[in-house]
């Protein structure tokens, strides 16, 4: 009777902690849609900031977050999918492989102003990069890098060995069983890494700002500057901009996110199909 009341007990409080934490997102969530959908129309979306209250649209941010979050992605993905491939599939186990995974997991906790700091001090001034996209660009990567190789490294784990098995049974090499069989297998996990790791890119604030620079100008090349919108957010903030930009910024900025994510599920949904069922 006592066993089954802690039972009862301990699913009631895991129940209440659920519902808190989703009313708390959702109340979150509906807040900035809420006063952020009003600020959205074509001339916020395709126009410029204007003024000293940076009154008017956004573009150039959309822009530079694209930019910027784009080729790290396509900077970190291959050197962490890399990374994983060789953890799991070609080094054994021991001190150096946990270390790698020690190192990786505490570069993951690392708080990003730090990279901003490590980004200035290596990409704008030792490398002679100065503030822009790419130098923006290879320091997200560093910090996104531990997501990728984690959840790519599990991904890969996750494949049954009866499919190593079946691929070297019938000739095929190592390199060839990695490339035909494990990664097509483990792409919805790699996938899931990669976006978390873009997601994270994207809403980072502190580590662009010491790199990428902050001029409200669209970006041509890797080589100029750009401002974010997480960064434009909180100048809006910080500097008495327009509330209502703000407000705008920051709902295109979950609008993003989420499309991203949806997007993401559908791949995943159809990879499975294709190589699981």
Same mark, same amino acid.
């Given at each position: 009777m006592r066993a089954k009341f802690t039972n009862y007990l301990a699913l009631g409080v895991l129940w209440l902690a659920s519902i808190t934490a989703s009313i708390t997102l959702f109340s979150l969530i509906g807040y #900035?849609?809420?006063?952020?959908?009003?600020?959205?129309?074509?001339?916020?979306?395709?126009?410029?900031?204007? *003024?000293?209250?940076?009154?008017g649209g956004i573009f150039p941010t959309i822009v530079?977050?694209?930019y910027?979050?784009?080729?790290a992605v396509l900077i970190a993905t291959p050197v962490g999918v890399g990374g994983a491939i060789y953890l799991t599939e070609y080094a054994r186990e021991g001190k150096v492989t946990r270390f790698i995974r020690f190192m990786g997991d505490s570069l993951a $906790?690392?708080? $990003?102003?730090? +990279? *901003?700091? +490590? *980004?200035? $001090?290596l990409f704008v001034y030792i490398l002679g990069l100065g503030w822009c996209i790419l130098s923006g660009a290879l320091t997200l990567a560093f910090m996104i890098l531990p997501v990728i190789i984690?959840? $790519?490294?599990?991904? #890969?784990k996750a494949v049954p060995d009866s499919y190593r098995e079946g691929s070297f049974g019938l000739g095929a090499t190592?390199?060839?069983? #990695?490339?035909?069989v494990i990664l097509p297998t483990a792409s919805p996990g790699i996938l899931t890494g990669v976006i978390l790791g873009m997601g994270r890119a994207f809403g980072e604030t502190a580590a662009v700002m010491y790199t990428a620079g902050m001029a409200l100008n669209i970006p041509k090349s890797p080589l100029d500057t750009g401002r974010t919108m997480t960064l434009h957010l909180y100048l809006l903030i910080t500097q008495g901009g327009s509330l209502k930009s703000a407000f705008g910024t920051a709902f295109l900025l979950l609008a993003i996110v989420l499309m991203a994510n949806l997007t993401t599920t559908g791949l995943m949904r159809r990879?499975?199909?294709?190589?699981?069922?």
């Open positions: #900035i849609f809420w006063n952020g959908l009003p600020a959205i129309d074509l001339d916020f979306i395709l126009t410029p900031p204007r *003024g000293i209250e940076m009154k530079a977050s694209l910027v979050t784009l080729l $906790s690392v708080p $990003s102003i730090v +990279f *901003g700091l +490590f *980004g200035i $001090s984690r959840t $790519s490294e599990e991904a #890969i190592k390199w060839q069983t #990695i490339k035909n990879f499975r199909a294709r190589y699981i069922a």
